[in-house]
């Protein structure tokens, strides 16, 4: 049966440039053009009339730009996905639409089947967002649900890992990336460096020398809130907490797989993502940490030995009972130009690729080499939106696990 169609909102001064969108997305069965303003003040009363999922909004109009018309929309209706449409391809206009809450950022005119697929990704996830908004709704007015004058148990926060099974595929790169594009004021990320003998986690944002997971690990039976934030290292350009690996290879020994595993259970009672770094050797605080994951990021490479190895742990991951509908499969340092392509990649491994990160070296070494994450300040680069598409990826795969499950428990 097919799903509710996609509510698209059209925001432009340009008489032409609305009728012209209009006309391009009535073809689509699956997509309704429920409204069109003429500039951002008429954009953000619209929206809140007719209630969109997707609102396509121009950047240059008189009275207010559409940044700072997304901003507003996004704050009264975070369900809402924008995809901001400018002449001008510049990067300092990306970089403040991600900032104001854009999903997407197209140059105008953009081509129909880009266009139309930016949509249908964004309205996939403006239900899954509504969805979950519903069902909290719901249980917040079911009776004996605790009210504002009684106690809210803290939502449980989720475990990310990220593993390749080959070295160098940049594993490590799209996980602190990951973690800053998962953190926000409401959503606060917590990163895990898992690869206790050789973790790189805390060079890559220029934090090496502090404290380190030997600090927690001993004391796992009686962890607490305020001890625990003075050991995790505060990474303030960012926002996002870390909890560094071992100094030294040898000290690895020192933080059993139990531990590891109580370490992760506490900090997703105070987070609401918990970022795993893994090394490609399975050890058995990796295993651990497979077991405990809500996702599980796979990172593979357009190269056959990659993709051999991530057909052989999607197998294992059967065995370990762990259903792959949790695997969100990421292309990482993808080129264009190579014929293996991410559908390709998906049809020998019978699942589908969520995103395909674009080989960007200079912007990625510079930043590990200055120990800045592109995602603070190439944000807007295409690497930079890589990561942005696999953070919608896994807070989607997130969504849809947890109405399956809720749904699976009602019956």
Do not use: W
Request: with cysteine; glycine share 8%; net charge negative.
């Amino acid at each position: 049966m097919a799903g509710p169609k996609i509510r698209v909102l059209i925001v432009d001064d340009i008489a032409e440039t609305r009728e012209n969108v209009r006309k391009l997305l009535q073809f689509e069965n699956d997509i309704e053009v429920v409204g069109a303003a003429r500039n951002g003040k008429e954009g953000i009363q619209l929206s809140q009339e007719a209630n969109p999922d997707v609102v396509l909004m121009d950047i240059n109009m008189p009275d207010m730009d559409g940044i700072a018309a997304t901003e507003q929309i996004r704050q009264r209706s975070p369900h809402i996905q924008v995809i901001i449409l400018s002449i001008q391809g510049d990067q300092n206009y990306m970089r403040r639409a991600m900032l104001a809450g854009a999903r997407d950022f197209l140059t105008k005119p953009p081509m129909g089947d880009e266009l139309i697929s930016a949509i249908k990704r964004a309205g996939e996830m403006a239900h899954l967002e509504r969805e979950k908004g519903a069902k909290q709704q719901a249980f917040a007015a079911a009776p004996g649900a605790p009210g504002a004058g009684g106690f809210q148990p803290a939502a449980q926060g989720k475990i990310i890992v990220v593993y390749s099974p080959k070295g160098g595929t940049g594993c490590t790169t799209l996980a602190v990336n990951l973690a800053i594009a998962l953190n926000n004021e409401d959503t606060r990320s917590v990163l895990i460096d898992g690869n206790l003998q050789f973790g790189d986690v805390a060079i890559f944002i220029n934090e090496q020398g502090k404290n380190t997971i030997l600090d927690i690990a001993p004391r796992v039976a009686d962890l607490d809130s305020e001890m625990v934030d003075e050991i995790l290292i505060k990474h303030e350009a960012s926002g996002i907490r870390v909890l560094a690996g071992p100094q030294r290879p040898e000290m690895a020994e020192q933080v059993t797989a139990d531990q590891f595993s109580k370490v992760l259970e506490f900090m997703k009672r105070t987070y609401s993502y918990v970022v795993v770094d893994t090394s490609s050797t399975l050890t058995d605080a990796v295993l651990a940490a497979f077991d405990l994951c809500d996702a599980l990021v796979l990172v593979g490479t357009q190269e056959i030995p990659a993709i051999k190895s991530a057909r052989l742990v999607l197998d294992l991951l059967t065995s370990m009972n762990i259903s792959k509908e949790r695997v969100v499969l990421a292309l990482n340092r993808f080129d264009k130009r190579l014929a293996i392509t991410p559908e390709r990649v998906g049809g020998n491994l019978k699942h589908d690729v969520a995103a395909a990160i674009p080989l960007d070296e200079k912007v990625a070494l510079m930043a590990v080499n200055r120990g800045v994450p592109f995602m603070l300040d190439n944000k807007s680069q295409p690497i930079g939106r890589g990561v942005l598409a696999l953070a919608e990826a896994v807070r989607a795969r997130i969504i849809a696990l947890e109405s399956a499950e809720e749904e699976a428990a009602k019956r």
